[in-house]
């Protein structure tokens, strides 16, 4: 409508990422890769099925937000500047607030052995993936833990916070990037993410 201002975005604290997704989402999920262009896949995957998504470039960033955005399920990439998958994976487990936190590991090659057992992550998802297969493992984890899906604007009444990977008030687009994690060649329009593989 002609004349109407959009919302402004609130803030959980200065430089915390966006609460993004739609009303009556099916979970919010965390997702940690420090690959803009995988995170932002990944994050408009999981939002076309519903799910509120917020996003960390690495293991450090995300164990800096992980309480106040309290997701439902974490993706992490495994070789990250700062600190890594593996040992990000860890601290969420010795943590009382997020050991039952769901921790879906998305990367290249196999699963590292030290993140298989009780204190690991709760399922890997190997690069290039199908995003149908990552959207529905994040699915299954949500139902099998029995946890309260993530209500618009964070589960204790707070507002949404800042994402570096989308400026204040803009609201959640395609990423200018084809499935496959290839940028689409200057002047053509993105693809709108479909069962092609991410890696």
Do not use: W
């Not at 940690?32 to 917020?54: C, S, T």
């Not at 890997?124 to 993530?150: D, M, N, S």
């Amino acid at each position: 409508m002609a004349g109407k201002k959009p919302a402004k975005r609130g803030r959980i604290a200065r430089g915390a990422p966006t609460i993004s997704g739609v009303t009556g989402a099916s979970g919010r999920v965390l997702v940690v890769d420090d690959n803009r262009v995988i995170r932002q896949l990944i994050r408009v995957n999981l939002e076309l099925e519903g799910f509120e998504v917020v996003t960390a470039a690495d293991g450090a960033e995300c164990l800096e937000i992980v309480h106040s955005v309290r997701p439902d399920v974490v993706t992490l990439d495994v070789v990250m500047p700062r600190l890594d998958g593996v040992r990000t994976a860890a601290r969420l487990r010795a943590d009382a607030r997020t050991r039952d936190v769901g921790i879906v590991m998305v990367s290249a090659g196999s699963p590292p052995e030290s993140v298989s057992g009780p204190g690991g992550v709760d399922a890997y998802v190997a690069k290039p993936f199908e995003p149908a297969l990552l959207v529905e493992t994040v699915r299954r984890l949500i139902r099998r833990g029995g946890r309260t899906p993530a209500q618009p604007g964070g589960r204790q009444g707070q507002p949404p916070a800042q994402d570096p990977d989308r400026p204040a008030g803009h609201p959640a687009a395609h990423p200018p990037a084809h499935p496959t994690g290839h940028p689409h060649p200057e002047g053509q329009p993105a693809a709108t993410p479909g069962p092609g593989p991410c890696s």
